[in-house]
């Protein structure tokens, strides 16, 4: 099945910087990669999302890439903001062919300093 | 529009007990999924049903874990003789299409 790997556990930065967050994932059948943002006591937010046929996508502040040959995705934030402090997940899926379980990264704690 | 519900928001059960979670889905929505979220971790897949059948149980941990969507619409998560260890956040997601898939606020259960 699938696995995906997600980087780093935790990352700080300071308010009005970027911050990056990497995944790589194992199964090249793979076609959706979705991102999530988690606050505290509440269920995943969908932020953004990339299908396989695309190699980038951006949405205001918020920008993923794929690279499908060396299977990995990232997540790009710039200008954070102190709202944009909250855990992200990354997640794969699409290898069924259809609708399909995500398999999901074990998220990164981003904290805006600031 | 409303989102995806999910009922009860906690529940606290001893071991060997029975326990039923419900999902409303967003309306229109073809697809249902289950996940099980430990704390920071993840969701983990448990199942996932288009319309009333269910397509993929393969993340079920075992034969105490099922569930069902009689009518296409709500789904019930049921967990038989509970043990400790099943004690988690139970998320429930709904997607229009293959894609896009909105989660519910969770069930939190507590096995004693």
């Known amino acids: 099945g699938e696995n995906v790997e997600q980087h780093p556990s935790t990352l700080s930065v300071q308010e009005g910087d970027s911050a990056v967050i990497k995944c790589t994932y194992s199964?090249?059948?793979?076609?959706?990669f979705p991102w999530y943002k988690q606050e505290l006591g509440k269920g995943p937010q969908l932020i953004i999302d990339?299908?396989?046929?695309?190699g980038e996508k951006k949405d205001q502040r918020i920008a993923v890439t794929l690279n499908k040959t060396a299977k990995h995705f990232s997540l790009h934030i710039t200008e954070t903001q102190p709202e944009d402090s909250a855990v992200y997940f990354c997640a794969a899926s699409g290898s069924g062919g259809g609708a399909d379980g995500l398999t999901f990264g074990k998220g990164t704690h981003l904290i805006i300093q600031p | 529009g409303a989102g995806v519900s999910q009922s009860p928001r906690y529940k606290v059960t001893k071991r060997g007990q029975d326990v039923a979670l419900r999902c409303d889905p967003i309306s229109g929505h073809v697809s249902l999924y289950w996940y099980r979220q430990a704390l920071g971790q993840g969701p983990e897949f448990l199942t996932y049903f288009n319309y009333e059948a269910q397509q993929d149980k393969s993340g079920l941990p075992n034969d105490r874990f099922s569930a069902e969507r009689p009518e296409g619409s709500i789904s019930t998560l049921t967990i038989q003789r509970t043990e400790q260890r099943d004690s988690a956040m139970y998320r429930c997601a709904s997607s229009f299409g293959p894609d896009e898939q909105y989660f519910g606020p969770g069930t939190r259960l507590t096995v004693t």
């Open positions: 990339i299908r396989s046929n695309v």
């Open positions: 199964d090249s059948a793979s076609n959706y």
